[in-house]
């Protein structure tokens, strides 16, 4: 069965640490995507990756960085310089093309101890 | 650029009644239209989509959609409700020259009561 899978479906982090959230898929679609999701703000792009080992900004990746070494997997890493990280993270795939729809993983809530 | 706006945040409606959620965009360019729910702690599911041709679209769930270029709008449909259908909806839009980046609507949240 095809699809995105993220991982852990929850997380916590003490103030000051760096953690990672995984976001792995096997559609072989060429595009992934980070996104911030916060009640009553819909979904915000954090990065975005349309090929292996290249990655653009969104709208909101300060405190955030992301890698691309392999076409299955999109790897997001929430630093200590993310302020307010609490939240619902969604990653999603596509295939390339502004006409293509994405497919959405399941998500990993964030909070802070 | 580009925006979504979703004109209610919280739609209440009761079982078997029908139901509209409204969506409309700006946008300078052509542009293709997406509509995606999403249920409680899960990720979004696309519902449907408009690329070109038939303005009339429809998607799964029995949902539809119609496209109106004049008004910059891509409502979303059902004919009548269920329990099940309690979500949160989602209208996005992307440019049909731009890169692959979705803008999001900030949702709506339909609550279907029995």
């Known amino acids: 069965d095809g699809g995105i899978t993220q991982s852990p479906k929850y997380l916590f982090r003490k103030e000051g640490q760096n953690v990672t959230l995984s976001c792995e898929q096997n559609?072989?679609?060429?595009?992934m995507y980070w996104y911030r999701q916060d009640p009553g703000q819909g979904l915000r792009l954090i990065y975005y990756s349309q090929i292996v080992n290249d990655f653009q900004k969104g709208d909101i990746a300060e405190g955030y960085s992301v890698s691309r070494e392999k076409k299955e997997s999109f790897p997001l890493t929430v630093t200590s310089a993310q302020k307010n990280p609490t939240a619902f993270y969604l990653c999603a795939s596509s295939i390339r093309g502004s006409n293509q729809p994405q497919h959405f993983g399941d998500g990993t809530r964030l909070s802070i101890l | 650029a580009q925006s979504v706006t979703q004109l209610d945040s919280q739609v209440p409606v009761f079982e078997e009644a029908p139901v509209e959620l409204r969506c409309n965009y700006s946008s300078s360019v052509s542009v293709y239209l997406f509509w995606y729910v999403q249920y409680p702690n899960q990720g979004l599911q696309l519902l449907l989509k408009?690329?070109?041709?038939?303005?009339l679209v429809k998607g799964i769930n029995g949902f539809e959609a119609e496209f109106n270029k004049s008004q910059t709008s891509f409502h979303l449909r059902k004919p009548s409700v269920h329990i099940s259908d309690t979500a949160e909806y989602f209208c996005a839009v992307s440019q049909s020259y731009n890169t692959d980046k979705l803008i999001f609507g900030t949702g709506t949240r339909l609550q279907v009561f029995p």
């Open positions: 559609l072989n679609h060429d595009a």
């Open positions: 408009y690329l070109s041709g038939s303005t």
